[in-house]
């Protein structure tokens, strides 16, 4: 997978969290997980872009482990919508946990390599 490939990825999947949060029950809890979760799915597209000009190799390490990081609490954030029964979309919603599960192993992938080349 190219660099331009898992940007037009990571764009992808944030665009389909929020259409994802429109299918939200309206509650309280929606309201604070909706901008949970919009928060957390967008960073890593705008941290992926940032590490494409990170200033070294350790600046570049950092800025994918925040990409992990916050694919990780998407990941957690869409379990609770599950379990919460918050979204009214399952199919969305399994296609959405599919692809941020397949994300973090590229991410972990990645950071592994990356601390491992010399």
Do not use: W
């Amino acid at each position: 997978m190219t660099k331009q490939e898992l940007e037009n990825r990571l764009i992808d999947f944030a665009a389909s969290i929020i259409l994802l949060t429109i299918t939200f029950e309206k509650n309280y809890a929606r309201n604070h997980l909706l901008g949970q979760i919009t928060r957390s799915s967008t960073s890593p597209a705008l941290n992926y872009g940032e590490a494409q000009s990170a200033e070294s190799k350790k600046d570049f390490i950092h800025k994918m482990g925040i990409c992990l990081k916050e694919l990780r609490e998407t990941f957690v954030c869409l379990k609770i919508i599950e379990k919460a029964n918050l979204s009214t979309d399952r199919e969305r919603l399994t296609r959405a946990k599919t692809e941020a599960n397949q994300l973090i192993s590229i991410f972990v992938s990645s950071i592994k390599t990356s601390k491992n080349n010399p």
